[in-house]
């Protein structure tokens, strides 16, 4: 305290020299020469004014650095942003090219069945110990029965088995209620083909003479009028004939993959209230 009162009025006198010298420095013409008064403030005050030049240059650097370093990260969300919305374009575009993929599959299928079709969405899925079945988004007032036959673009998926105002419930070609007349394509040999609850299928009732290879081609035989005659069911993935017995064992993989089906055929012909 003792300092400051004892230098502080010299301290402020120099200042305000420094200010002022400064301020006239300013309004001089810029063609006159300095006069001995600015030459001698000039060189008492270099000294201070270079490091002062110098640290405000610094400084200077600094801000306009920060400035920069906001501006560099505005413009990257920006971009993140435009990157995020390019991104849900290309999944919305490509799952548009994959729906009509798999619908021109299914007009393809809907060409070859000699009957009216009607087009429902999988909502739901049932593969519990005990069933396999799968819930559509069509029901009685659209015209749906039980006993109807559904199938999609790789083949036959099951049958209506049970109908609500919206919604219907198939039994899936797996499961074990299932049963679907069938023919080997290639041998015309027949059998029924029922489900085995695991994903898998089997050929019943084909008796040991009859001619059956893994990879045949199982298609419906049109027996029964469910299913119209040609449509695939699966192929033959083993063949199992015993010693006794006058029949064979034969697993079958359907066609269809139940897992990835999203739209699905209702044959609307045949059923029952």
């Not at 005050?45 to 505005?74: C, H, M, T």
């Not at 374009?89 to 070859?112: D, F």
Request: charged share 20%; hydrophobic share 45%; with cysteine.
């Amino acid at each position: 305290m003792d300092l400051f009162k004892k230098y502080g009025f010299i301290a402020l006198i120099g200042t305000g020299v420094f200010v002022a010298l400064i301020f006239y420095s300013l309004n001089v013409p810029r063609n006159r020469e300095a006069n001995f008064v600015e030459r001698g403030a000039m060189t008492v005050f270099a000294p201070i004014l270079k490091p002062a030049a110098r640290l405000s240059g610094f400084f200077e650097d600094i801000w306009d650095g920060y400035i920069n370093l906001v501006n560099v990260q505005r413009e990257n969300l920006m971009l993140r942003d435009e990157i995020k919305e390019l991104n849900a374009r290309v999944v919305a575009g490509n799952e548009a090219v994959k729906s009509n993929q798999r619908l021109e599959s299914l007009l393809e299928m809907k060409n070859t069945v000699n009957a009216p079709i009607l087009t429902s969405m999988v909502v739901g899925e049932d593969v519990s110990s005990w069933f396999r079945t799968m819930i559509i988004d069509r029901g009685s007032t659209s015209g749906i029965r039980n006993g109807m036959a559904v199938v999609a673009a790789d083949g036959v998926v099951g049958q209506i088995v049970k109908v609500a105002p919206s919604t219907s419930r198939v039994l899936l070609l797996s499961d074990h209620a299932s049963g679907i007349a069938a023919t080997i394509q290639r041998s015309r040999a027949r059998g029924v083909v029922k489900g085995k609850g695991d994903g898998l299928c089997s050929l019943e009732f084909a008796t040991r003479e009859e001619d059956v290879k893994v990879g045949d081609i199982v298609v419906s035989s049109g027996v029964g009028g469910v299913f119209t005659k040609g449509l695939s069911i699966g192929e033959v993935t083993m063949v199992k004939r015993g010693e006794y017995g006058i029949f064979q064992t034969v697993t079958i993989r359907p066609a269809v993959n139940i897992a990835h089906l999203e739209e699905v055929l209702v044959v609307m012909r045949g059923g029952y209230e």
